[in-house]
């Protein structure tokens, strides 16, 4: 967490999110319900079905077809991994492999012709991952199914935040130029000035700051909307990329927002390339702290420095900003082998 020294420690620790933001995190029945009736016994079929919310079109009930390389002249464990799949799938859909057959064609067309090299195999498509819930006071066989499972997102890592913030201390303390430090509170997580440039004295010259300081500087940096886009949770998604940049630079992002993403992209690649320097001239202890024994910030940091006071300034505009909500039209759900999760949708 963030100390009284004015550094991040190397933990997971975070801060708090802000009260406010519970209530406008987006709800998942208000984005994708779907209302799935009794069966009815007599055909076997669903009595009735409604889509009173939105529903992303990509995880729909539907066919795919798989094709798998098993000739083990491409490679012989590929081809082994390959045919275990299609036994699988085989063991799984065999049995309706023609009814599958027929309703992928009727839709995509003919399929191609099975060889020695490639086999196909058809499977359903899986919906999205629904949770079912029960109406208390259900008489008509009803059960609601609905996906709400949504977090938020850090478009520069938390981790890479703390990096930041570390350097900029140091930077402070070794060079006395308090300018990074006190335009990042500022810019980044809505310090006014006259308070940013004390905190930073403070810092720099070790007198104690307030628990309170502490407390708010310690949950902004942890949770600061213009850094933030809600979407599936970290283990519904194939893309998500743990400690490095979420790149939510994508053409299905609304256009009002794309401004937003690139400026914090900017940001992300001055954090990248001071990091990256710092780590290559031994200055850090572990992935957080720094060995101010080793700190020494010469011309080229200098030049990182000014390209990241540039680059923060540009987020001021939205550093007062909510997270980006949710968008449907932003994820495709898909699969990877077996696993069927949620990626963001790229061109």
């Not at 850090?154 to 070794?174: G, T």
């Not at 000014?306 to 923060?312: D, F, G, L, V, W």
């Not at 939205?318 to 990877?336: G, S, T």
């Amino acid at each position: 967490m963030l100390t009284s020294t004015g550094f991040f420690s190397k933990d997971n620790q975070r801060g708090d999110m802000p009260d406010s933001w519970a209530g406008k995190k987006t709800s998942g029945d208000a984005v994708m319900l779907c209302q799935i009736y009794a069966v009815d016994h007599a055909t076997g079929q669903l009595a009735a079905r409604t889509l009173p919310g939105q529903k992303m079109a990509t995880v729909t009930d539907g066919i795919e077809m798989v094709q798998l390389n098993v000739d083990p002249g491409d490679g012989q464990e590929q081809a082994k991994d390959n045919m275990r799949q299609y036994l699988y799938l085989m063991g799984k859909y065999g049995g309706k492999q023609q009814m599958l057959k027929a309703s992928y064609e009727a839709t995509h067309g003919p399929s191609p012709a099975v060889g020695v090299k490639n086999v196909y195999v058809y499977r359903p498509r899986k919906p999205m991952p629904w949770k079912t819930v029960y109406p208390v006071n259900a008489t008509d066989g009803r059960t609601t199914k609905s996906f709400d499972n949504f977090a938020l997102h850090h478009n520069i890592s938390f981790e890479q935040l703390k990096v930041f913030w570390n350097f900029a201390v140091a930077l402070a303390k070794k060079t006395s130029d308090r300018k990074p430090i006190v335009e990042m509170m500022m810019n980044l997580y809505g310090i006014e000035r006259s308070r940013a440039t004390n905190l930073a004295i403070n810092f720099v010259t070790d007198v104690r700051v307030d628990n309170d300081a502490i407390v708010t500087l310690f949950n902004r940096v942890t949770w600061r909307g213009w850094n933030l886009v809600e979407g599936p949770a970290s283990d519904l998604r194939h893309d998500d990329p743990g400690t490095r940049f979420d790149d939510f630079d994508i053409s299905a992002m609304p256009e009002s927002r794309q401004a937003r993403i690139k400026a914090v992209k900017t940001l992300n690649a001055t954090v990248e390339a001071i990091t990256t320097a710092m780590r290559g001239g031994g200055m850090m202890i572990n992935e957080t702290e720094i060995d101010m024994s080793k700190a020494s910030f010469g011309e080229s940091y200098r030049a990182l420095a000014e390209s990241a006071r540039t680059a923060m300034s540009a987020i001021r505009q939205y550093q007062d900003e909510d997270f980006i909500a949710f968008n449907p039209l932003m994820w495709i759900y898909k699969p990877r082998g077996r696993e069927w999760r949620f990626e963001l949708r790229r061109p």
